[in-house]
């Protein structure tokens, strides 16, 4: 087959490709059937690193896709290609001749001798690099730079092609997943069963072409113990297992430095988003070794974590995870924003779920400091206090009321004592109190 002929085929990739992995593979190997190579690499520029992630090839272990790392920058040929502002091949005959470069170890360790490597570009912007490699040294013609760098650009299209389409399935999924969580508010259930179905929807797919939002889906719920905030982890699942109830439990420093996770969302109240996962993160979020034995082999990629939080409490926190094996393509600011309401929604399902007050206890609690407003006074008290109210002497009063003024004295004594006055009480200090007391039917 000549060059235009795999031209053909790396066109149909690039139009066709269902997915990332399908299309790197597509071009690592029509790029050495090509170019008769010994090996092929397919390399992916990862900013928040410095260096290259090994995507696909030919001629490598399938095991080492995803993992492998590969040195950028001038001091490598990967490096250099991408750099290069034009786009111009970059080519050594010789690795064994003196170079400006180190040796990629990736390709040395598996007997490259030779190789030429160019940039990958995608959406405007340096993506990656596209490179084949010999086992003996080797001298390369234009031809074989030119139909390498026609084969990149092709590349760079299919891997733009496949980021609108990947977002326009985020979008859906991101969709689906908000419509999950308003069906959730119309569920009445406990706080670690509603917990454990948002764990589920994240990593459930959906109608309309949705995909899971998360890989693996955390859900960890806040215990007040009045000391450090201790959280136990409700529920873990990830898209292709069972849901599980757990019993982990951990407390954790209330400071902005706490570990990623609930522990960070709970110091902060605000959502993380960790585009690509460092070394460290697995142990901050994987409590038990069986899980994060699992969550290494499933190799992470990205996170998100939102809280959980009600009209006046943090229920807990969500945690969504991306990884090698499963999705691997970042969380961003989209991503963050769905999932943020997605949590809020399930504050909101946890809220309606929690019982309602108890009227007659609250009517208990209330009742005695209703009592201290309402002296609870007899009827002769209110006659005798009405004449107070009216300016009138004790004398006056016992002669209308028909009872002697001792009698009128003794009913003034035990009103005063009801208000919580003393005997000696003005009568307008008397008429005052009672009226703050809200008793009716007093002269103005």
């Not at 030119?146 to 859906?172: H, K, N, P, Q, T």
């Not at 990884?323 to 970042?330: A, F, L, M, V």
């Amino acid at each position: 087959m000549s060059f235009e002929d795999h031209m053909c085929e790396l066109a149909e990739a690039s139009h066709r490709a269902s997915s990332r992995a399908g299309l790197f593979g597509a071009f690592a190997a029509g790029v050495a059937n090509a170019m008769s190579a010994d090996l092929a690499q397919v390399l992916e520029y990862a900013p928040g690193e410095g260096r290259f992630v090994l995507r696909a090839g030919r001629g490598f272990p399938e095991d080492l896709y995803g993992r492998a790392r590969v040195p950028a920058g001038l001091l490598s040929q990967a490096g250099r290609a991408l750099l290069d502002p034009v786009g111009r091949p970059v080519e050594l005959e010789d690795f064994s001749r003196p170079h400006e470069w180190a040796d990629d170890e990736l390709v040395s360790g598996h007997g490259a001798r030779s190789g030429i490597a160019v940039k990958i570009e995608a959406g405007g912007q340096g993506f990656g690099a596209l490179g084949v490699f010999y086992r003996d040294p080797r001298v390369f013609s234009p031809e074989e730079g030119r139909f390498l760098s026609r084969a990149a650009a092709l590349l760079g299209a299919g891997v733009e092609r496949l980021a609108y389409e990947e977002e326009a399935i985020a979008w859906r999924s991101r969709a689906e997943l908000l419509r999950t969580g308003a069906a959730l508010l119309k569920l009445t259930a406990e706080r670690d069963d509603l917990l454990s179905a948002a764990v589920l929807a994240a990593v459930s797919g959906g109608v309309g072409g949705a995909r899971p939002v998360a890989d693996w889906c955390f859900a960890d719920a806040l215990e007040g113990n009045g000391g450090l905030p201790r959280f136990t982890r409700v529920a873990v699942d990830h898209a292709e297992g069972a849901a599980e109830r757990v019993e982990e439990a951990f407390s954790t420093p209330l400071a902005p430095t706490a570990p990623h996770g609930a522990p960070r969302v709970y110091a902060t109240r605000q959502p993380e988003l960790v585009e690509r996962i460092g070394p460290d993160f697995i142990s901050a979020i994987a409590k038990s070794p069986e899980r994060r034995r699992a969550l290494e082999e499933a190799r992470p990629y990205s996170c998100l974590c939102a809280p959980v939080i009600g009209r006046d409490r943090f229920h807990g926190a969500l945690a969504f995870l991306r990884t090698e094996t499963g999705n691997p393509t970042p969380y961003g600011p989209s991503d963050l924003a769905a999932c943020s309401e997605f949590a809020a929604l399930v504050g909101a399902a946890i809220d309606r779920g929690l019982p309602s007050p108890d009227i007659e206890e609250a009517r208990d609690v209330v009742r005695p400091h209703l009592a201290r407003l309402d002296p609870g006074l007899t009827d002769r008290e209110k006659e005798v206090l009405a004449g107070i109210a009216a300016g009138d002497l004790l004398v006056q009063i016992g002669s209308r009321l028909s009872i002697s003024t001792n009698t009128v004295r003794t009913h003034k004594r035990h009103l005063c004592q009801k208000l919580g006055l003393s005997p000696k009480s003005s009568d307008a200090r008397i008429v005052a109190e009672a009226k703050r007391r809200g008793i009716p039917d007093l002269p103005a």
